[in-house]
């Protein structure tokens, strides 16, 4: 699917290319969005650029996603998808800046490319390739805060619920989420990285580098970039010792439970040691023809019994 953005448009065109198609005067942005062969091909003809393939821009060396050719800068990044779904993932999108037109390649639906075209509606901008790139890239690191304020929130959430939660609580709905909260903070990390990374490469391209606004504009993104870095770092310690925390309760609960156990069995013992004894069938055993044996036998087991319960009473194991 391929999306096209105009200079002063009013609309995200979505359009159907040909082999002979080429790209209107006042075009600024090409998205091409999950692009079959055909239509990536059609815009390598229309551009005269060899666009990365998908298996190509998964690719994780630094060569493979940063690199100038044919006059244009191509950089790719892995971004955090589907954040709010079940299934969140970091996908890789490519952006090529070449003259005054962004071409973006990516294979995943992504929320702030989607508030990025709606804001650049709104407002009339971008005028140039170059300021939709910082656009974007803007847009992304904004979508990024959100998911990590999200997370500081629910990760907030749990710990109230981890230190508060009444005894016999259970640590399973705790656990899982904060489990998810760790994965979706780790992608937005390597997300955040993989975008300074782009950020720093993105300098030596002669429509950013040569126009002081864009690359005052693109410095300001790269301090929000190390800022959110930081930030989710913090955010996966706090998690980690969370989840730390939630283990070694259930490990003092289950002792605990162990620990009833233990003193049962111990109280128990001497009451069945004392049964067993006169649970023999011996025909010598002067306690059998004597009327006081039973309840001799009942008092000891209870007295043996209480003895090691009271012991441990005074010790304040129970």
């Not at 650029?49 to 940063?66: K, N």
Request: hydrophobic share 45%; with cysteine; net charge negative.
């Amino acid at each position: 699917m391929l999306h096209l953005l105009r200079q002063g448009a009013s609309r995200l065109e979505t359009i159907a290319v040909a082999p002979d198609w080429a790209p209107p005067a006042d075009a600024l942005w090409i998205d091409l969005e999950s692009p079959s062969r055909e239509e990536e091909l059609a815009v390598e003809q229309a551009l005269g650029l060899d666009l990365p393939t998908r298996e190509e821009m998964a690719q994780i060396e630094p060569s493979s996603r940063l690199y100038q050719e044919g006059g244009a800068t191509f950089l790719t990044a892995s971004l955090l998808a589907r954040s709010d779904g079940e299934h969140p993932a970091a996908t890789p999108v490519t952006f090529v800046l070449t003259g005054e037109l962004l071409v973006t390649i990516r294979y995943d639906h992504l929320k702030a490319f989607e508030a990025f075209a709606q804001s650049a509606l709104q407002n009339g901008k971008p005028t140039c390739g170059g300021e939709a790139l910082m656009g974007l890239l803007e847009a992304v690191v904004e979508r990024l805060a959100s998911v990590l304020e999200r997370g500081s929130a629910r990760v907030q959430a749990s710990s109230n619920a981890i230190f508060d939660r009444p005894r016999g609580a259970a640590f399973e709905p705790l656990l899982t989420g904060l489990s998810r909260t760790q994965s979706i903070t780790a992608m937005a990390q390597i997300s955040l990285i993989s975008l300074g990374r782009l950020a720093s490469f993105a300098m030596l391209a002669d429509e950013i580098g040569e126009a002081p606004a864009r690359k005052a504009h693109l410095h300001s993104i790269q301090h929000d970039v190390q800022s959110l870095t930081e930030h989710s770092g913090h955010l996966g310690t706090h998690i980690s010792f969370l989840l730390d925390a939630a283990l070694g309760l259930i490990n003092i609960e289950q002792n605990n439970i162990m620990k009833v156990f233990s003193l049962a069995t111990v109280i128990l013992m001497p009451p069945t040691l004392v049964g067993a004894i006169y649970g023999m069938n011996f025909v010598h055993m002067p306690e059998l023809s004597w009327k006081l044996g039973y309840p001799m036998a009942l008092g000891l087991m209870v007295v043996s019994g209480l003895g090691p319960a009271l012991w441990f009473k005074r010790r304040g194991w129970f």
